[in-house]
C-alpha cells in the first residue's frame, strides 16, 4: 500500500488519535474505520469546546435543543430519546435542567396520559437560534478546505456506506 501523505502531518502534529493503532499490513477498510472514526472524534471534540466556551452548554443540550428547535409543535420524551439515541433517563434529566431555565416547556399529551410533550420556549428558541449560527460557521470553517465537489462526492459514498451497513446488520440480525 502507498504511503500515506497526511499519516507523516499527522505523527508531526501528534494528533494520530485513533490511528495510532494501525500497523503497516492492516486492512484497507480498518485503516479508513480509523480515519472516519479520528475525524469525527476531533470535530466533535472541537465543536464540544467551542459550545462550552462561547455558550456554556454541553453538546448533549445542544443536539437536545436542535431536535426541538426542527418540530415546533414539540417531541414525545419517547421520540426526543430515539432520535438523540440515548436512554429515557438522560432525556429526563435533560428536559429537567432545560425545565428549570426556561428553555424547554414540558406539558401532559393530550392523546396519551403516560407521555410528555417537550417543547422549546420562546427564550429556547432565541438562545438555540444563536448557537446554532455559531456551530454553522464552525463547520464550514472545520470543513473549509474541502471543495464543494469532494464535499459531495463524501457525502455521497459516506451515504452508500451507511446503507451497506444497514444491510449487513439486518443480514447478521437476521442470522442469528
Given at each position: 500500500?502507498?504511503?500515506?501523505?497526511?499519516?507523516?502531518?499527522?505523527?508531526?502534529?501528534?494528533?494520530?488519535?485513533?490511528?495510532?493503532?494501525?500497523?503497516?499490513?492492516?486492512?484497507?477498510?480498518?485503516?479508513?474505520?480509523?480515519?472516519?472514526?479520528?475525524?469525527?472524534?476531533?470535530?466533535?471534540?472541537?465543536?464540544?469546546?467551542?459550545?462550552?466556551?462561547?455558550?456554556?452548554?454541553?453538546?448533549?443540550?445542544?443536539d437536545y435543543m436542535a431536535q426541538l428547535y426542527r418540530k415546533p409543535e414539540?417531541?414525545k420524551m419517547k421520540e426526543l430519546s430515539s432520535y438523540l439515541m440515548v436512554?429515557?433517563?438522560?432525556?429526563?434529566?435533560?428536559?429537567?435542567?432545560?425545565?428549570?431555565?426556561?428553555?424547554v416547556t414540558r406539558e401532559a399529551s393530550p392523546t396519551d396520559r403516560r407521555?410528555?410533550?417537550?417543547?422549546?420556549?420562546?427564550?429556547?428558541?432565541?438562545?438555540?437560534?444563536?448557537?446554532?449560527?455559531?456551530?454553522?460557521?464552525?463547520?464550514?470553517?472545520?470543513?473549509?478546505?474541502?471543495?464543494?465537489?469532494?464535499?459531495?462526492?463524501?457525502?455521497?459514498?459516506?451515504?452508500?456506506?451507511?446503507?451497506?451497513?444497514?444491510?449487513?446488520?439486518?443480514?447478521?440480525?437476521?442470522?442469528?
Open positions: 500500500m502507498k504511503a500515506d501523505p497526511s499519516h507523516k502531518l499527522l505523527i508531526q502534529a501528534d494528533e494520530l488519535g485513533h490511528e495510532a493503532r494501525l500497523v503497516q499490513d492492516d486492512h484497507a477498510v480498518l485503516r479508513l474505520w480509523l480515519r472516519m472514526l479520528s475525524c469525527t472524534t476531533q470535530i466533535e471534540d472541537e465543536i464540544r469546546r467551542r459550545l462550552r466556551a462561547n455558550f456554556g452548554i454541553s453538546l448533549a443540550r445542544f414539540g417531541l436512554t429515557g433517563g438522560n432525556i429526563t434529566t435533560l428536559t429537567d435542567e432545560l425545565e428549570r431555565e426556561a428553555l407521555s410528555w410533550i417537550i417543547r422549546l420556549t420562546d427564550s429556547g428558541r432565541k438562545v438555540f437560534s444563536r448557537m446554532a449560527e455559531a456551530h454553522e460557521q464552525w463547520i464550514l470553517e472545520l470543513f473549509a478546505e474541502l471543495d464543494a465537489k469532494t464535499v459531495q462526492s463524501l457525502h455521497t459514498q459516506l451515504g452508500q456506506l451507511r446503507v451497506q451497513v444497514m444491510h449487513a446488520c439486518a443480514d447478521h440480525d437476521a442470522q442469528g
